[in-house]
Each structure stands twice: as structure tokens, then as C-alpha cells.
């Protein structure tokens, strides 16, 4: 006996096949642990309430005539505060956003004797990181974001 199909039997199996497809890629992404699918900001709605504010910070920093300046160098990157700022006033946090993993992100803790802020490359892995920079100087707030790529 032969078995005869027409065009519509040929669509109902290519649509099935097709289903069946993306059905296991997305289970195998769900269940695999190497397909990190977080979000990148752990708290995105308490993130996103203090929009307003991280904006004025920034537009602190871009008010400043001289401001902070990131530079590689070639066993670390230096981040270097405006001269004329006293850095034993300079008081905040230097966060190093891994985008690709987030194992990877670190903050460091501004305690500042010279104007100069130093971060061995041995802490960095190659690739691209955000940086950002949240500090204070005498009751003021800034935040200054820099993205490095690291070879």
C-alpha cells in the first residue's frame, strides 16, 4: 500500500519539525548553566526609581571644568581625579563592570593619598568593562562612566 500526501500533509510536518526545533533550543538554554540569561542590574525597578538623581550626578561630572581621566598603561589602569580636588576629600566607589560575566565585576573602595587611583591589570581579564564612578567631594556627588577595553 502506498501512502499518498499532499501539499497541506508536507506543511502540518515541516510546521511540527519546525516547533520541535525551537522547543529544545530553548529548553537547552534554560537548563544549561553556560547560557547565563541574568538581568544586568540585579534590582532593575529600585535601579530605575533613582533615575533622576544619577543623572544629576552626571551632570556634575560633565559640569566639572577637569575631570577624571581613565588611562591603561601597561600593568595597570590609573584613574587619575582632577588636581585640584584635595584626594583625601575624595570619598565613593570605583565599580568594574564585567558586561559578558558578572563573576567577574569588583568594586573598589575610594582612600585616596594622591590623586591617582590604581588598578593592576591582573584583576582584568581581557575584553570590555564599564566603569563607573561614583564619588563625592565635599557634600557633592558625582558619577562618571568610562568603558575599557582590555587587550
Given at each position: 500500500m502506498k501512502l499518498k500526501?499532499?501539499?497541506?500533509?508536507?506543511?502540518?510536518?515541516?510546521?511540527?519539525?519546525?516547533?520541535?526545533?525551537?522547543?529544545?533550543?530553548?529548553?537547552?538554554v534554560q537548563s544549561d548553566?553556560?547560557?547565563?540569561?541574568?538581568?544586568?542590574?540585579?534590582?532593575?525597578?529600585?535601579?530605575?526609581?533613582?533615575?533622576?538623581?544619577?543623572?544629576?550626578?552626571?551632570?556634575?561630572?560633565?559640569?566639572?571644568?577637569?575631570?577624571?581621566?581613565?588611562?591603561?598603561?601597561?600593568?595597570?589602569?590609573?584613574?587619575?581625579?582632577?588636581?585640584?580636588?584635595?584626594?583625601?576629600?575624595?570619598?565613593?566607589?570605583?565599580?568594574?563592570?564585567?558586561?559578558?560575566?558578572?563573576?567577574?565585576?569588583?568594586?573598589v573602595k575610594l582612600a585616596?593619598?594622591?590623586?591617582?587611583?590604581?588598578?593592576?591589570?591582573?584583576?582584568?581579564?581581557?575584553?570590555?568593562?564599564?566603569?563607573?564612578?561614583?564619588?563625592?567631594?565635599?557634600?557633592?556627588?558625582?558619577?562618571?562612566?568610562?568603558?575599557?577595553?582590555?587587550?
Amino acid at each position: 500500500m502506498k501512502l499518498k500526501l499532499n501539499w497541506g500533509t508536507y506543511i502540518v510536518i515541516a510546521f511540527a519539525l519546525f516547533m520541535t526545533f525551537i522547543l529544545y533550543f530553548v529548553v537547552k538554554v534554560q537548563s544549561d548553566s553556560k547560557y547565563d540569561n541574568d538581568l544586568v542590574v540585579e534590582e532593575y525597578y529600585k535601579h530605575d526609581i533613582h533615575y533622576q538623581e544619577e543623572m544629576q550626578r552626571v551632570q556634575n561630572a560633565q559640569d566639572l571644568p577637569n575631570k577624571p581621566l581613565v588611562s591603561q598603561l601597561e600593568n595597570e589602569v590609573t584613574i587619575t581625579f582632577p588636581e585640584n580636588f584635595d584626594p583625601k576629600k575624595i570619598t565613593g566607589n570605583v565599580a568594574l563592570y564585567r558586561p559578558s560575566n558578572k563573576k567577574l565585576d569588583f568594586q573598589v573602595k575610594l582612600a585616596l593619598t594622591e590623586p591617582v587611583l590604581h588598578i593592576p591589570k591582573t584583576n582584568l581579564v581581557g575584553g570590555s568593562w564599564d566603569i563607573n564612578m561614583e564619588w563625592q567631594y565635599e557634600g557633592k556627588a558625582y558619577l562618571t562612566k568610562e568603558t575599557i577595553y582590555i587587550k
